[in-house]
């Protein structure tokens, strides 16, 4: 009743024309929690506060579809984030940071153009459902060792995404620049991202593998990055298991890092296993262990190997279809990752403790 009064109310405001084709779906996440932090360093290393968004970012948005005939559709999503003890928007202020993109869609796939995530999370995820936290969760998200496993988005892109064909279902993504407007001077000017995703399920079976190259300006003299990860589920019922590895090349801050770096250029496998089950006919239980092991490089007077090992727990509660409980902990440790008494150590070395409430609408 409140999407379909939301709809009412948005084509009051904005008439369209073939109402009986267009369909306008108002949606989101609100998620925030309680949360205690040890950061490994005594008593001037703990935090305790509401945290915004720890098991879902918080959200808001619309998505929309017309129905053109001949089983074609326009289709558009336009997604905002925001933290919800602040009120303050995400992704840097953007209005829609999270997506905003339009396309068609037909038995031939997925065509769309805008701001879009990549094949691991957002609207055409393939790799989330690996992670038994759903690259949710804070520290306990597969994004902690895997660069940019929880998502990530690039502007001026193009997307083609395939039907599902016999359980199998692949997809391209092409950014002329990932973050900003095209520069002017051509391709060599701009930070070009490509991502290619695949998946399969039947059965009980789940897997899905994504690789990505960046190509940053030639003026920046700076490698590309690359990065192939590999996932995949076996539910048994009583229990789902979960796996997952990666192989990274050339992993820097300028797009996405999961060692939070500033250095450039750091290679690194990663792994991941997990599980979760079903306790109750509500209740869900989710575990994993995950290490990322870094090739030790030296950048000025520091060295480091840029690893980390997490181990995350967790379990959620479900009132209903749209709203749970949830309480999490998990604790990540690092090893000569970076620097003593800097902010960057305190992100890898500590324990993170979360009781939270997600609804979703």
Known sequence: MKRTLAVVIMSAAFPLSGHAQTNVTFFGI???????????????????????????ANRWGLRGSEDLGGGLSAIFRLEQGFDIDTGVLGQGGRTFGRHAYVGLEGSFGTLA?????????????????????????????????????GGLRVDNAVL??????????????????????????????????????????????????????ARFPDASNLSDQKMLHVGATYDFKAVKLHGAIGREKGVRNALV?????????????????????????????????QRRDGKSQTIGADSFNADRAVFGVGYLYSFSRRSSLYASFAKSKGSNTLREGTAQTDFANLREFTVGINHRF
Not at 172 to 187: D, K, P
Not at 257 to 280: C, E, H, Q, R
Request: aromatic share 12%.
């Open 113 to 149: 153009l805008g701001r879009i995530s990549n094949f691991d999370g957002g609207s055409f995820d393939m790799f989330g459902p690996v992670d038994p936290f759903e690259a949710g969760f804070g520290v306990a998200s597969l994004a902690s060792t895997m660069s940019g496993s």
């Open 160 to 213: 083609y995404r395939s039907p599902k064909l016999g359980g199998f279902q692949g997809g391209w993504i092409h950014s002329f620049n990932t973050n900003g407007q095209e520069n002017v001077g051509g391709a060599s000017a701009n930070t070009r991202y490509d991502n290619v995703g695949a998946s399969f399920g039947a059965g009980q079976f789940y897997g899905a593998v994504t690789y990505s190259v």
């Open 30 to 56: 609100v998620d925030a929690g309680i949360q205690v932090i040890d950061y490994d360093r005594g008593a001037a290393g703990s935090f305790t506060g509401v945290k915004s968004g720890h098991r879902n």
């Open 257 to 289: 890092s999961a060692i939070g770096k500033s250095a450039d250029g750091t290679d690194a496998t990663a792994w991941m296993l997990g599980a979760s089950a079903p306790v109750g006919e509500k209740g869900q239980l989710i575990v994993s262990y």
